[in-house]
T-cell receptor, first 116, second 108 residues
Framework: GAGVSQSPSNKVTEKGKDVELRCDPI?????LYWYRQRLGQGLEFLIY????????KSGLPSDRFSAERTGESVSTLTIQRTQQEDSAVYLC??????????????FGPGTRLTVL | GQQVMQIPQYQHVQEGEDFTTYCNSS?????IQWYKQRPGGHPVFLIQ?????EVKKQKRLTFQFGEAKKNSSLHITATQTTDVGTYFC????????FGAGTTVTVRA
């Protein structure tokens, strides 16, 4: 069956440019998460969407980061005026609504962002 | 927020040997999840522990949640080359708070 998909798989950009990363969650999963993983490190929570509730943006590192979600489907993470420290793998995950969000999360393959 | 610490950061294992990785918190955890991330891959869910003293097994993997719910461990017996990767513990409070992971390499 279809898992979480992300695009692009790799993105190389110049410092100061804006980038947009896309995530398609598993169909029927109302919860969607974005995480960032720097090289050799663990995952950092960025933002969480659950149905029509207001998103939890508490993990966004600066106002250059924003995310949107269309209904209970596609989400986009936008990074404005990229900096070299934004270089990382950005992972999207989704989970089933059955356990109120306290359930296993299914991760996409990630987008590797390199800021030159 | 709550944080989980993992030790060791790196584990180099001879094929066939056993090893254990630990996850510790200074505060009581409501639950703990374990994920495995293969080199170049994405995290894949292994298990969730919720109850004090809980022990769950998956073939050669044994997961344990401490009695005080402040620590957890993953024990792998008879390590194989397929066990290579980074093992993360994470507190699941709808968003995951990950430990730094234990990266496992296996000598054949």
């Amino acid at each position: 069956g279809a898992g979480v998909s992300q695009s692009p798989s790799n993105k190389v950009t110049e410092k100061g440019k804006d980038v947009e990363l896309r995530c398609d969650p598993i169909s029927g999963h109302t919860a969607l998460y974005w995480y960032r993983q720097r090289l050799g490190q663990g995952l950092e929570f960025l933002i969480y969407f659950q149905g029509n509730s207001a998103p939890d943006k508490s993990g966004l590192p600066s106002d250059r980061f924003s995310a949107e979600r269309t209904g209970e489907s596609v989400s986009t993470l936008t990074i404005q005026r990229t900096q070299q420290e934004d270089s990382a793998v950005y992972l999207c995950a989704s989970s089933s609504p059955l356990a109120g969000g306290r359930d296993e999360q299914f991760f996409g393959p990630g987008t590797r962002l390199t800021v030159l | 927020g709550q944080q989980v610490m993992q030790i060791p950061q790196y584990q180099h294992v001879q094929e066939g040997e056993d090893f254990t990785t630990y996850c510790n918190s200074s505060t009581t955890l409501s639950n703990i999840q374990w994920y495995k991330q293969r080199p170049g891959g994405h995290p894949v869910f292994l298990i969730q522990l919720v109850k004090s003293g809980e022990v769950k097994k998956q073939k050669r993997l044994t997961f344990q949640f401490g009695e005080a719910k402040k620590n957890s461990s993953l024990h792998i017996t008879a390590t194989q080359t397929t066990d290579v990767g980074t093992y993360f513990c994470a507190l699941n409070d709808y968003k995951l708070s990950f430990g730094a992971g234990t990266t496992v390499t296996v000598r054949a």
